[in-house]
């Protein structure tokens, strides 16, 4: 036996050596995290109260507390008074403290950690990863670029020519020539006139792809702060899915009470007014900057309008004008009608506004968002029905 | 290096032989350290794939790190055993391992425990694991990764609840209940009955009544899901079956943690004092790694609030082998689980000796140490032990709509349990059962409650 048994001592250690090559704990290790990933893409609101609505997120990422996923199992319920068995020089009576700061059961009834469910590890995602996902999570359209009525003249690279500007010279291009040529002529001159490449440049017509987007706010006094964050999130998703569609995307963020001001982003969300709404205001606004700057040939429109969606009733008529006079610019319009913590009777002023002129068969629509899950309804239903509008 | 380990093996065995060990043989092997944390983390050398191992496993890589753990070994018993040794050990921590290998291969082939269950496994658990996890691996090809974890999630939630009594094969219920004989004390009616052609009236068939499921409280959850689930597929209840067999082997590795780990502490100490053929600065180094192994508190403390294993359970049979002698011990090593090695031979002078003391650990973290009562200590010794360790849950009913009615007996428990993680866990069942679950329970403050999914 015990030969057999020497036999085996070397043979079983060269059939595993495997296990230097595959670590199950480590797949396992993966297929927790993949799972946390599934688990935070559901989450994604939550992670975006931080990030600027407009700034552009290539390799930005954020970081998310993230705890160790609990693989539950039935356990007694937490018990006041615990009994153990030490060892050591400790009398009856004896009182001694332990830290138990981090390492107690969850306080009060929360029972979320304790043991395993422990640490946490922060995951770092990528903004553009989140985008994916959730895109993916919608099941939303990638749009095609619209383009604009106007060509606009871009310059691309395209082959090499022997002269050029400095700025030009493509210097990998350059030395192999001045290799090929030692090679032939087995002269030892560096780099003669003759070895040099400039990149050059043709210059084509292309229409523009170009794209600026209105987001208005009403920001008197009846819309707190968990509209405007429901407002901000929705901006910034529809911004993130319109980056998708278009090369150049233009913001111009317009508050308003009974007057409207142009404000750059960081002020934007802080702004805060006294005073009633008057809508029309805004819209005026609007149509203003377009004549001014966005000439509608050359970019596409979008206008998001975020309100409590109460207007003054005398103000009705003039808003009406402002927007279908927007709308015959515009690709399309959105009404977010922020309701946190209302009870709603009847549709207000501004929502039945939107629902005639969608009637009217303008490229208008309106969102209500009460909780952050509207949005994604409200950001689904927006870019479905630019893919429908596109069909 | 290895050639002389190799050589210290042989003769340390032929050492074991001679002063009776009696044990399957053993393939020792040396691995790199990744692969011990692995296994310790997985309970086997293969095993089925799940993210609650991935959690496990950077639970201990970071220990490890952070030097807090030093994996020597892992034992498979089996025929043969399999154990495993970290490649970065030193010579002499080897020889010790190597000897203390032995001793935990004769305890889990003479521990009636370990036997029962050796038998039921059929000493091959390693490679049924081993087929387990590929098993797995191929329903996760054809069924996909989430309708596996899924079965998995629920399987593994539920693996210490296992019958170790009715044992790993058991027949289904009887479908139909036993037939009650009626009592009949009238002789007269007796010899009446037995007359020929007197049966058509008692015609059996009238009262074969559908025997209840489960016919008495079901203790074994796998078991009962695996054969009584109405809505599952052969293949999920196979994954049900594969974790309750790898529960069935690791339900004495627990129950005889202490013991078993005394015993082989016990064994390398007698083997590597009777090892004259060891040079005597090896010995001398062993010997070292030994008082770190059993020795009762980390570092420079002078009290712990946790026992060490090694350490209690050296102590028990060394005492044990002073009084009684070696066969005694054997015998009790034969016959006993942790349960009857506390209550039976921790005794009053030997909890004195090892300055054993019992404490109440308040919510706040304040900590009393009580009034000495050495049957108290020992059940607060045995507490986390009860049931493989988990609350008593039970199979009650199964209604004729499907519905799965468990019971917690928290009259055993003395308390409720942890409802947040109950649900989920119900969640985790109804996911497999398909049907409603339902589960009796107390709150806090006793009340009885009841959970349902949905």
Same mark, same amino acid.
């Given at each position: 036996?015990?030969?057999?048994?020497?036999?085996?001592?070397?043979?079983?250690?060269?059939?595993?050596?495997?296990?230097?090559?595959?670590?199950?704990?480590?797949?396992?290790?993966?297929?927790?995290?993949?799972?946390?990933?599934?688990?935070?893409?559901?989450?994604?609101?939550?992670?975006?109260?931080?990030?600027?609505?407009?700034?552009?997120?290539?390799?930005?990422?954020?970081?998310?507390?993230?705890?160790?996923?609990?693989?539950?199992?039935?356990?007694?319920?937490?018990?006041?008074?615990?009994?153990?068995?030490?060892?050591?020089?400790?009398?009856?009576?004896?009182?001694?403290?332990?830290?138990?700061?981090?390492?107690?059961?969850?306080?009060?009834?929360?029972?979320?950690?304790?043991?395993?469910?422990?640490?946490?590890?922060?995951?770092?995602?990528?903004?553009?990863?989140?985008?994916?996902?959730?895109?993916?999570?919608?099941?939303?359209?990638?749009?095609?670029?619209?383009?604009?009525?106007?060509?606009?003249?871009?310059?691309?690279?395209?082959?090499?020519?022997?002269?050029?500007?400095?700025?030009?010279?493509?210097?990998?291009?350059?030395?192999?020539?001045?290799?090929?040529?030692?090679?032939?002529?087995?002269?030892?001159?560096?780099?003669?006139?003759?070895?040099?490449?400039?990149?050059?440049?043709?210059?084509?017509?292309?229409?523009?792809?170009?794209?600026?987007?209105?987001?208005?706010?009403?920001?008197?006094?009846?819309?707190?702060?968990?509209?405007?964050?429901?407002?901000?999130?929705?901006?910034?998703?529809?911004?993130?899915?319109?980056?998708?569609?278009?090369?150049?995307?233009?913001?111009?963020?317009?508050?308003?009470?009974?007057?409207?001001?142009?404000?750059?982003?960081?002020?934007?969300?802080?702004?805060?007014?006294?005073?009633?709404?008057?809508?029309?205001?805004?819209?005026?606004?609007?149509?203003?900057?377009?004549?001014?700057?966005?000439?509608?040939?050359?970019?596409?429109?979008?206008?998001?309008?975020?309100?409590?969606?109460?207007?003054?009733?005398?103000?009705?008529?003039?808003?009406?004008?402002?927007?279908?006079?927007?709308?015959?610019?515009?690709?399309?319009?959105?009404?977010?009608?922020?309701?946190?913590?209302?009870?709603?009777?009847?549709?207000?002023?501004?929502?039945?506004?939107?629902?005639?002129?969608?009637?009217?068969?303008?490229?208008?629509?309106?969102?209500?968002?009460?909780?952050?899950?509207?949005?994604?309804?409200?950001?689904?239903?927006?870019?479905?029905?630019?893919?429908?509008?596109?069909? | 290096?290895?050639?002389?380990?190799?050589?210290?093996?042989?003769?340390?065995?032929?050492?074991?032989?001679?002063?009776?060990?009696?044990?399957?043989?053993?393939?020792?092997?040396?691995?790199?350290?990744?692969?011990?944390?692995?296994?310790?983390?997985?309970?086997?050398?293969?095993?089925?794939?799940?993210?609650?191992?991935?959690?496990?496993?950077?639970?201990?890589? =970071?220990?490890?790190?952070?030097?807090?753990?030093?994996?020597?070994?892992?034992?498979?018993?089996?025929?043969?055993?399999?154990?495993?040794?970290?490649?970065?050990?030193?010579?002499?921590?080897?020889?010790?391992?190597?000897?203390?290998?032995?001793?935990?291969? $004769?305890?889990?082939?003479?521990?009636?425990?370990?036997?029962?269950?050796?038998?039921?496994?059929?000493?091959?658990?390693?490679?049924?694991?081993?087929?387990?996890?590929?098993?797995?691996?191929?329903?996760?090809?054809?069924?996909?990764?989430?309708?596996?974890?899924?079965?998995?999630?629920?399987?593994?939630?539920?693996?210490?609840? =296992?019958?170790?009594?009715?044992?790993?094969?058991?027949?289904?219920?009887?479908?139909?209940?036993?037939?009650?004989?009626?009592?009949?004390? $009238?002789?007269?009616?007796?010899?009446?009955?037995?007359?020929?052609?007197?049966?058509?009236?008692?015609?059996?068939?009238?009262?074969?009544?559908?025997?209840?499921?489960?016919?008495?409280?079901?203790?074994?959850?796998?078991?009962?899901?695996?054969?009584?689930?109405?809505?599952?597929?052969?293949?999920?209840?196979?994954?049900?079956?594969?974790?309750?067999?790898?529960?069935?082997?690791?339900?004495?590795?627990?129950?005889?943690?202490?013991?078993?780990?005394?015993?082989?502490?016990?064994?390398?100490?007698?083997?590597?004092?009777?090892?004259?053929?060891?040079?005597?600065?090896?010995?001398?180094?062993?010997?070292?790694?030994?008082?770190?192994?059993?020795?009762?508190?980390?570092?420079?403390?002078?009290?712990?609030?946790?026992?060490?294993?090694?350490?209690?359970?050296?102590?028990?049979?060394?005492?044990?082998?002073?009084?009684?002698?070696?066969?005694?011990?054997?015998?009790?090593?034969?016959?006993?689980?942790?349960?009857?090695?506390?209550?039976?031979?921790?005794?009053?002078?030997?909890?004195?000796?090892?300055?054993?003391?019992?404490?109440?650990?308040?919510?706040?973290?304040?900590?009393?140490?009580?009034?000495?009562?050495?049957?108290?200590?020992?059940?607060?010794?045995?507490?986390?032990?009860?049931?493989?360790?988990?609350?008593?849950?039970?199979?009650?009913?199964?209604?004729?709509?499907?519905?799965?009615?468990?019971?917690?007996?928290?009259?055993?428990?003395?308390?409720?349990?942890?409802?947040?993680?109950? $649900?989920?866990?119900?969640?985790?069942?109804?996911?497999?059962?398909?049907?409603?679950?339902?589960?009796?329970?107390?709150?806090?403050?006793?009340?009885?409650?009841?959970?349902?999914?949905?």
């Amino acid at each position: 036996m015990s030969d057999r048994e020497r036999a085996d001592f070397s043979g079983t250690r060269k059939e595993t050596q495997w296990y230097g090559l595959f670590s199950r704990g480590a797949r396992d290790w993966l297929r927790h995290n993949e799972k946390i990933r599934e688990a935070v893409t559901r989450h994604l609101p939550d992670l975006v109260s931080d990030l600027d609505v407009s700034g552009s997120h290539h390799n930005r990422t954020v970081r998310v507390p993230v705890r160790f996923l609990e693989h539950y199992r039935f356990v007694l319920g937490h018990s006041r008074e615990m009994k153990g068995v030490g060892q050591g020089e400790a009398k009856p009576g004896d009182v001694m403290q332990t830290d138990t700061g981090k390492q107690g059961r969850g306080n009060k009834g929360e029972g979320s950690d304790s043991g395993e469910g422990g640490p946490e590890f922060l995951l770092e995602l990528k903004v553009d990863d989140i985008i994916d996902w959730f895109w993916e999570e919608l099941n939303l359209p990638n749009l095609k670029a619209k383009t604009g009525t106007v060509e606009e003249d871009e310059y691309t690279r395209e082959g090499w020519d022997k002269r050029g500007a400095r700025a030009r010279l493509d210097r990998r291009r350059t030395l192999k020539e001045a290799v090929k040529r030692r090679a032939v002529y087995q002269k030892d001159i560096p780099f003669i006139d003759e070895d040099l490449r400039y990149r050059q440049l043709v210059k084509h017509q292309r229409p523009n792809t170009e794209a600026v987007v209105f987001c208005c706010l009403d920001v008197s006094s009846s819309m707190i702060e968990d509209d405007r964050k429901l407002a901000k999130s929705f901006f910034f998703w529809a911004l993130q899915g319109l980056r998708r569609q278009y090369r150049q995307i233009e913001t111009v963020f317009v508050a308003h009470t009974i007057e409207a001001w142009e404000f750059s982003e960081e002020e934007f969300f802080q702004v805060t007014a006294h005073g009633g709404t008057v809508a029309s205001v805004a819209f005026r606004k609007a149509n203003e900057i377009i004549d001014q700057r966005y000439s509608p040939e050359r970019y596409n429109i979008y206008l998001f309008y975020a309100s409590d969606g109460e207007n003054f009733p005398q103000d009705r008529d003039a808003a009406l004008t402002g927007l279908e006079q927007l709308a015959q610019h515009a690709n399309f319009i959105g009404f977010l009608e922020t309701l946190t913590g209302r009870l709603v009777d009847s549709p207000s002023s501004m929502s039945r506004l939107f629902d005639l002129l969608q009637l009217n068969g303008l490229p208008v629509r309106a969102y209500p968002l009460r909780e952050q899950e509207d949005v994604w309804t409200a950001i689904g239903g927006f870019f479905r029905s630019q893919a429908d509008a596109e069909a | 290096m290895t050639d002389l380990l190799r050589e210290y093996t042989k003769q340390l065995e032929a050492l074991a032989r001679k002063q009776g060990l009696n044990y399957f043989p053993v393939d020792f092997e040396l691995v790199p350290t990744s692969f011990m944390m692995e296994v310790a983390v997985y309970g086997l050398p293969v095993r089925m794939p799940h993210w609650s191992f991935g959690v496990r496993y950077i639970y201990q890589l =970071i220990q490890h790190r952070m030097g807090h753990s030093h994996l020597f070994e892992v034992v498979f018993p089996g025929n043969p055993g399999r154990a495993f040794m970290a490649d970065t050990n030193s010579l002499a921590e080897n020889t010790l391992v190597t000897a203390h290998v032995l001793g935990h291969a $004769d305890f889990s082939r003479n521990n009636a425990l370990f036997r029962k269950s050796q038998e039921q496994v059929g000493y091959h658990i390693v490679e049924q694991a081993a087929a387990h996890a590929r098993r797995i691996s191929e329903a996760i090809d054809v069924h996909g990764q989430s309708r596996v974890e899924k079965v998995l999630d629920a399987a593994l939630a539920l693996e210490q609840y =296992i019958d170790p009594h009715l044992g790993l094969q058991r027949p289904l219920y009887p479908l139909y209940e036993e037939q009650k004989s009626h009592k009949v004390s $009238d002789p007269f009616l007796q010899r009446f009955r037995a007359l020929p052609g007197s049966e058509m009236a008692h015609d059996a068939s009238a009262e074969r009544r559908r025997a209840p499921i489960p016919p008495h409280r079901e203790y074994d959850l796998l078991w009962f899901i695996a054969h009584y689930a109405p809505l599952m597929d052969d293949w999920e209840r196979d994954i049900f079956l594969a974790v309750r067999e790898e529960s069935f082997y690791f339900y004495p590795v627990f129950a005889c943690q202490l013991m078993n780990e005394g015993w082989a502490c016990l064994w390398h100490t007698t083997l590597l004092r009777e090892a004259d053929f060891l040079p005597q600065g090896l010995f001398l180094d062993a010997m070292k790694t030994h008082s770190d192994v059993v020795r009762p508190y980390a570092g420079e403390k002078q009290v712990a609030l946790d026992i060490n294993p090694y350490h209690l359970g050296f102590a028990i049979w060394s005492e044990i082998v002073k009084e009684r002698g070696i066969d005694e011990a054997r015998t009790i090593m034969e016959q006993d689980d942790d349960f009857s090695f506390i209550r039976n031979h921790l005794t009053e002078e030997l909890a004195e000796q090892l300055k054993l003391f019992e404490y109440k650990k308040t919510a706040d973290g304040e900590i009393r140490v009580m009034d000495h009562d050495l049957d108290s200590l020992r059940e607060s010794l045995l507490v986390k032990k009860f049931n493989f360790g988990a609350p008593h849950i039970c199979v009650k009913s199964m209604q004729s709509d499907g519905t799965l009615l468990l019971r917690h007996e928290h009259e055993t428990d003395h308390r409720g349990l942890d409802l947040v993680r109950a $649900d989920k866990v119900l969640n985790y069942v109804h996911g497999v059962w398909r049907r409603p679950v339902i589960l009796h329970t107390v709150d806090e403050k006793g009340h009885s409650i009841t959970r349902a999914v949905p």
